[in-house]
């Protein structure tokens, strides 16, 4: 049998951060690289906005968490942010939180400061409740790095390994909403607010969302809120450049109209030959990975005369989208002391502003809101004495499927008012006559300038049957060489995650189309997690030597064997209830992606 031949070259579809991150992988295995973008920016949604008054905005998004994907996806690539000169600023408080009485939470990485602000809400017991609730969101943090975003879901049958099944239950509460599991541990309906509100950053309602989700506050509590000197696009521009280096080649303001095939051969899938560009230039490839919007993609660039494409596009269509928003970009005259650099406006009815996002797709008549002041941190997002501001309202996503769509400058109007009066009313600031020029993105600019499906600004949904294997593919559905890489498919939404997304695709490349037995140039996400696996034995053996030593006098099990007796039910599940597993499996996937 002739051994496999290593792909040559590849286009990129999308200069978003999976593609800009995919490109400079591929081109670190050899591969020429060649990245088309639509826009005449790189970036995608984390891109930046520049007035001629010298005022700049992000565009997308403004907080950096999870900081050790950004810079495993730099070491992986022979270098660092530092070397690449991306400087990080830790913004401190993490927020300024504004209750409707004008009461503020202020949450921060400092545990002193912490312990006074919890123990004033939730009495002297409170901090050891928010310990714990600390404890258990580094659990969900550690399972998901390991479980989820450092690992691909190829197959349905993926999900039929009972230890995994075990852990992913067990550890993660996947089916307990994060604003239930908080009150678990917070007694007061504003701390149960404070903790569950960025499930936003998923485009979920926090009374849906898992509560494996509190992932994100823990990041923010341990290790912090950053913001890149020069605004986020810094990071990607630092990416873009890495690249460079290595050969990948960006062509911008060059859209794409279709991804082409050889029609399939020999009774075998199709294979991506390549892209045909808006203008009739065809470009010829050996791989094409798509970063732009999955569910777009499927609906107009993947051929529909091979078999199931045009059937999956319409079951993408039903599937739950995330929500968008109404984003304001206002340069002042002046600057608001009153702001932080990151500032959330908690609705008083806050389920009720939820319900009307995600239930009624509309703009709640009293939404919570998120500010951000980039020059706050950073002044040179704005002259002298002057500040940028980005308001953020969460709105319901387009509605298509030939429903009325709702009347949207109207909904930009109120939400302005609203916002404007939000703000004064809790923080005594009038913004309105600081106001010197005004850029609004609504759902329909999401939905056009980023061709993103509905105009969801975080693609596809994140409940449980939308993650994990169940998450779209990050191949394509019944073709070989076209893969994908973006929110929309594993292991999900948002600046960190796409960066993880983008290693699990690269590997799948390099598995999939390499001669075998290719060396992966950097560390991959199976050694990652065996070595994670070989410290937490290490540290489990010495723990269990202490709880061996210290009961040896003593009658009775051994500290141990209450996880020796854990794992021999796992093991007899495996032996036992494997078949019906995988049968329960294989009925879930007919019922959601079948039937």
Partial sequence: MAETQRPRSAIIVGAGAGGIAVAARLAKAGVDVTVLEKNDFTGGRCSLIHTKAGYRFDQGPSLLLLPGLFRETFEDLGTTLEQEGVELLQCFPNYNIWFSDG??????????????EIEKWEGPDGFRRYLSWLAEGHQHYETSLRHVLHRNFKSILELADPRLVVTLLMALHPFESIWHRAGRY???????????????????????APATYSLLQYSELAEGIWYPRGGF????????????????????????????????????????????????????????????????????????????????????????????????YW????????????????????????????????????????????????PSAAPPNRDAVIALVPVGHLLQNGQPEL??????????????????????????????????NTPYTWETKFNLSKGAIL???????????????????????AYFVGASTHPGTGVPIVLAGAKITAEQILEETFPRNTKVPWTTNEERNSERMRKEMDERITEEGII??????????????????????????????????????????FLLFVR
Avoid at 103 to 116: E, G, I, V
Avoid at 266 to 291: F, M, R, S
């Fill in 233 to 328: 696009h810094k990071v990607l521009d630092a990416l873009v450049k890495v690249g460079e280096r290595m050969g990948v080649k960006y062509r911008l303001n060059t859209g794409v109209s279709q991804v082409l095939t050889d029609g399939g051969k020999n009774g075998k899938k199709p294979k991506a030959t390549g892209v045909q560009l808006e203008n009739g230039e065809v470009l010829n490839a050996d791989l094409v990975v798509v970063n732009a919007d999955l569910v777009y993609t499927y609906n107009n660039l993947l051929p529909k005369e091979i078999g199931g494409i045009k059937k999956y596009a319409n079951k993408l269509n039903n599937r739950k989208a995330s929500c968008s928003s109404i984003s304001f």
């Fill in 548 to 589: 061996m030593r210290s009961n040896s006098s003593k009658p009775g099990r051994r500290g141990s064997d209450a996880f020796e007796g854990a794992m021999e039910v796992v093991n007899l599940l495996s032996q036992r209830a494997f078949p019906l597993l995988v049968a329960l499996m294989g009925v879930l996937y």
């Fill in 407 to 440: 009347d949207w400058p109207t909904l930009v109007s109120k939400a302005r008012a609203g916002v404007l009066a939000t703000i004064q009313a809790r923080t005594g600031l009038s913004l309105s006559p600081l106001i010197t020029e005004e850029i609004v």
């Fill in 186 to 208: 917070f007694k007061t309906d504003r701390m149960q607010r404070v903790f569950t509100f960025a499930t936003m950053y998923m485009g979920m309602s926090p009374f849906d």
């Fill in 103 to 116: 009461k503020r939470f202020s949450p921060t990485t400092d545990n002193a400061t912490m312990k006074l």
């Fill in 331 to 378: 340069s002042l005259s002046g600057m608001a002391p009153e702001l932080e650099t990151h500032n959330i406006f908690l609705a008083e009815e806050y389920k009720e502003s939820f319900d009307a996002i995600f239930e009624r797709q509309a703009l709640p008549d009293d939404p919570s809101f998120y500010i951000h002041v980039p020059s706050r941190v950073d």
């Fill in 459 to 481: 693609g596809l949904a994140h409940d449980f049957f939308n993650v994990l294997a169940f998450r779209p593919r990050t191949k394509a559905q019944g073709m070989d060489n």
